[in-house]
């Protein structure tokens, strides 16, 4: 069975320091991997996504992930936080192969950003 | 180009009580997935509907149901609420060819 573990539900940076949220999945078959943000009171944006194309996939916003096979993760970054980075993360993944198969979530990281 | 739209943004129902939740996919998107997501969680998904029919579905009870009409648009319908259902529903649409599911904004349910 799938299954995505994000790791913190709370993360905190300076505004201009590095973003860094982790991210660890499982899956039986080859992942495809998503990035979500949440704004309060909204839906789900989709930041970014790994179908294999390349290991290192770059996403909106300035956020990029890499995709690590040996290591089963899939952390998201940005190297410089603005205040509007502020919102829930969620890494999610899906069964490749199956055309428009269930995404499955984590429980979500949420990002504060200090003045 | 409209989105994934839901209505209604914010519903509130008291137990034992039905209701219906309405999506209307992206222009050219076939499919539609409904998830649940409940207050500080991740969305788990309830079903997914192509061409009419479920295709998929999640570890939710038979009081969940869903419908797809043929111009793609889909239903959620939960009968018998418990309080326990109280969440944010999202449909979300994908195109045929694409695994990348494109959600909307939510409808916010409440039950008392």
């Known amino acids: 069975a799938q299954s995505v573990t994000q790791l913190g539900s709370h993360v905190s940076v300076s505004e201009g320091a590095l973003v860094l949220l982790r991210c660890n999945y499982s899956s039986s078959v080859p992942p495809y991997l998503f990035w979500y943000v949440q704004y309060p009171n909204q839906g789900l944006q989709l930041l970014l996504k790994y179908t294999s194309a390349a290991t290192l996939v770059k996403g909106i916003n300035g956020f990029e992930a890499e995709f690590k096979k040996s290591e089963t993760s899939f952390h998201l970054t940005k190297p410089s936080a603005h205040m509007s980075d502020a919102a829930e993360y969620f890494c999610a993944v899906s069964e490749r192969g199956y055309r428009d198969d269930k995404i499955i979530f984590g429980k979500g990281t949420r990002l504060h950003i200090l003045p | 180009d409209a989105g994934v739209t839901q209505s209604p943004t914010h519903l509130i129902k008291t137990r034992g009580q039905q209701v219906t939740l309405r999506c209307s996919p992206k222009s050219g998107h076939d499919t539609v997935s409904w998830y649940q997501q409940a207050l500080g969680q991740g969305p788990q998904f309830i079903f997914q509907?192509?061409?009419?029919?479920?295709?998929q579905r999640g570890n939710f009870p038979d009081r969940f149901s869903g419908h797809q009409f043929p111009n793609y648009s889909s239903e959620l319908n939960v009968n018998a609420l418990l309080l326990g259902d109280s969440a944010l529903y999202l449909c979300?649409?994908?195109?045929?060819?694409?695994?990348?599911?494109?959600f909307g904004p939510g409808t916010r349910l409440l039950v008392l």
């Open positions: 979300a649409s994908s195109p045929g060819d694409q695994e990348t599911q494109y």
């Open positions: 509907y192509y061409e009419e029919e479920e295709r």
